[in-house]
């Protein structure tokens, strides 16, 4: 039943995504020649319209089809004959409803349990934050200049800055603003350093803060897909540590099973955390310039509206093809670990 639902969740994230695509060039004119769920051949395919919906073998991936590859083709409706700036809102609308996407799932978890507040509830003897000060009903407003809204947030920069000696916190009280320099304490058999605060209660706010931590949250994830990219740069994570698209289904199957023990409500809440980590990541990844995602297509864009002239579309097919066989080549790897792992 996880896989099941794993391949659902991941489905559904997919075809938001290329809604977004979808919408922006219907908005803009553009012909949609395919919208499909899926790689590999057409199990289902329906015309409608312009457009053939299909749903192809493996339930990986989907595509929105406008003729983008294509140079030659001026014709009207075309993806080539619309102005730089309607081709840049048609490829950034596919991320941008995977962020969408993971604040409407934020929101919804909000409303159901509540956000913790990045309220201190108590400073442990013995710890730096003590020394300087910090007390109960303390509000950490940033960490070493990284903004600060949710506990989450306080959680992820020591996590993702174990090697950091010392941390200037920013923090509230009474309306009032204080600074204090913490010394993390890195206790054996623990990845992540302590600080010596504990986080509040829950909270679980109306409507209008539920849209408003809802934005918090989701930057918290971004700023996780940025620190484990930096952590893969530097090296203090390696390839064994990503995971596709086998390992995502592993994952989900694993929530799955510890979950559904507590009842159906637990399994949705802990679906749309986990689809929330997964579109948020798959909405950064693909503004990022990289040839053949849509962060690299939006680079020869923007390059084409400051030269007010399209790179020769020979050019950018090689670069596009040569990241795309990159990619291929990542993807394979990733998977053989993501196989190895389950066994």
């Not at 916190?169 to 605060?197: H, M, N």
């Amino acid at each position: 039943m996880g896989i099941i639902i794993a391949i659902l969740l991941f489905s559904f994230i997919i075809i938001f995504h290329e809604l977004g695509h979808f919408l922006l060039a219907k908005a803009n004119g553009i012909r949609v020649d395919e919208f499909s769920l899926g790689l590999g051949p057409t199990l289902i395919g329906k015309q409608i319209g312009e457009t053939k919906f299909s749903l192809k073998l493996l339930p990986f991936g989907g595509a929105c089809m406008m003729g983008e590859d294509d140079a030659d083709d001026m014709s009207e409706g075309s993806f080539n004959s619309k102005s730089v700036w309607a081709r840049i809102s048609v490829i950034a609308a596919g991320p941008a409803f995977n962020l969408i996407l993971a604040w409407i799932f934020c929101v919804i978890i909000i409303l159901s349990v509540g956000y913790r507040p990045a309220e201190i509830s108590g400073v442990s003897e013995g710890y730096s934050a003590a020394e300087q000060g910090m007390q109960a009903g303390d509000v950490i407003k940033e960490i070493n200049g990284r903004n600060v809204h949710i506990w989450d947030d306080v959680s992820l920069y020591t996590l993702t800055h174990p090697n950091e000696t010392s941390l200037e916190v920013v923090y509230e009280r009474d309306g009032e603003e204080y600074t204090a320099v913490i010394e993390p304490r890195q206790l054996e058999g623990d990845a992540t350093p302590k600080l010596g605060v504990t986080s509040g209660e829950v909270v679980k706010p109306g409507i209008l803060g539920a849209f408003q931590y809802g934005v918090y949250t989701v930057k918290y994830w971004i700023n996780y897909t940025f620190d484990s990219l930096r952590m893969l740069v530097t090296g203090q994570l390696g390839i064994k540590d990503m995971s596709g698209p086998v390992g995502i289904v592993s994952a989900v199957d694993s929530v799955y099973q510890a979950s559904a023990p507590s009842g159906i409500a637990a399994v949705i809440l802990n679906m749309l955390n986990f689809g929330v980590l997964v579109t948020a990541n798959l909405g950064i990844m693909n503004l990022l310039p990289i040839p053949a995602l849509d962060g690299g297509r939006l680079v020869f864009l923007i390059i084409e509206a400051v030269r007010r002239k399209r790179v020769p579309p020979e050019k950018e097919g090689m670069v596009h093809f040569a990241g795309f066989a990159a990619l291929m080549v990542l993807m394979v790897v990733v998977m053989f670990n993501d196989i190895v792992k389950l066994f």
